[in-house]
């Protein structure tokens, strides 16, 4: 059982660049979402979605697009990368149902924007 | 503006004692709160939750209290063990979005 995994564990890029880090869940849930973690400012959210077709803005969308295709894959574009978007990534997932063990977090992917 | 915060950066505890970990919140619309350990290189993993309808919840050494009045979450662990050091993630939610909090550094002292 994987859980969520997420690839690149590390990526640098350059300003303008564009990217997709990758999220992959192999546990069926219906709810999948992206955060980045910076100091002083916690876990805030990016996008969300409840299902496939499904997605949602969170906290702090701008700069960011997602797509959910498929119950499993949820991947977070970049498209310019800004030295603002220099973060640590993490993807997470669950049941739609929030009494079910919260969130399974993935390992998350750090991004450095140069 | 922060809707989940945890005052407390930093926490070092004897083994064998108690370590409170608190969490204060604004919105009373949270109706969810879950608390999540993170080692470093590796993501949160949940550790406990707890519905606004509850105000306790308890699995092993770990509880969490909910007061509702003051919007305040704490979480208790009891007896500590070093390898509960770690960061502690306080979350609360409402509908379909979690909030968390800064989080708060525990150091468990041998």
């Known amino acids: 059982n994987a859980g969520v995994t997420q690839t690149p564990k590390f990526q640098v890029l350059k300003t303008g660049q564009s990217m997709t880090l990758q999220c992959a869940q192999d546990m069926n849930h219906e709810y999948m979402s992206w955060y980045r973690q910076d100091p002083g400012m916690g876990l805030r959210l990016i996008h969300y979605s409840v299902g496939a077709g499904i997605t949602d803005q969170g906290e702090v969308p701008n700069g960011y697009n997602v797509s959910r295709s498929t119950t499993e894959d949820f991947p977070l574009r970049l498209l310019s990368a800004a030295p603002s978007q220099t973060s640590v990534y993490f993807c997470?997932?669950?049941?739609?149902?929030?009494?079910?063990?919260?969130?399974?977090f993935g390992s998350g992917t750090r991004l450095t924007v140069v | 503006d922060q809707q989940v915060k945890q005052n407390s950066p930093s926490l070092s505890v004897q083994e064998g004692r108690i370590s409170i970990l608190n969490c204060d919140y604004t919105n009373s619309m949270f109706d969810y709160f879950l608390w999540y350990k993170k080692y470093p290189a590796e993501g949160p993993t949940f550790l406990i939750s707890?519905?606004?309808?509850?105000d306790k919840n308890e699995d092993g050494r770990f509880t969490v209290f909910l007061n509702k009045s003051a919007k305040h979450l704490s979480l208790h662990i009891v007896p500590s063990q070093p390898g509960d050091s770690a960061v502690y993630f306080c979350a609360a939610s409402t509908g379909n979005q979690f909030y968390f909090g800064t989080g708060t550094s525990l150091t468990v002292i041998p």
């Open positions: 997470a997932s669950s049941y739609l149902d929030r009494d079910i063990d919260g969130y399974t």
């Open positions: 707890i519905s606004s309808i509850k």
